[in-house]
């Protein structure tokens, strides 16, 4: 959460050519509901259920692409194994501080945060770091910078 997927996922479509798909939002066009409704509505187990089908399908129209999924998706099912056989996974990790001035702002539209009081921002942070620490650390790139360079890191992919 607030990492900058998307910005980055933009930049680096926008710098390649690829098509940039940002999952949560795509879920939320094609369900008709944000993605903050449709946790409330139907619980998160759904809600993981309904993103790991739009994982695949989304990956099976479009084999080239960059995607930005949700900081609970690498978390739930096989997602983890299936975007590292089927890409290069990217765990951008920004500074505690730079996510908790981030987030401060965007609190309202993320679901896992609305019932977070700004002085429990930065250690709720914290917490879900460590209990996502598990699946982010086994992706092909770890990104620490708190801007990362979209085009450092397309010589990166492109050179392995």
Sequence with gaps: ????????????????GL??????????????ATVATLFK???????????????LALTATNP?????C???TPCFFDNLAF????????WLDP????LVNRLQKEKDSR?????????????????????RSLYYSQAHMHITDAVPDPAVIIKILQHG
Excluded: C
């Design 19 to 32: 098509p940039f798909i940002d999952l949560d939002a795509h879920i939320a066009q094609e369900e008709g």
């Design 95 to 98: 500074p505690i501080a730079v």
């Design 1 to 16: 959460m607030g990492a900058g997927k998307t910005w980055l996922g933009k930049q680096v479509g926008a710098l390649t």
């Design 70 to 72: 949700g900081g609970g």
């Design 111 to 131: 679901p896992l945060l609305k019932d977070i009081h700004a002085d429990q921002l930065e250690s709720f942070i914290q917490s879900k770091r460590a209990d």
């Design 83 to 90: 975007m590292k056989k089927n890409g290069t996974v990217i």
């Design 41 to 55: 509505e139907l619980g998160e187990p759904q809600f993981r259920v309904i993103e790991q089908h739009y994982l």
């Design 64 to 68: 080239r692409l960059i995607l930005s």
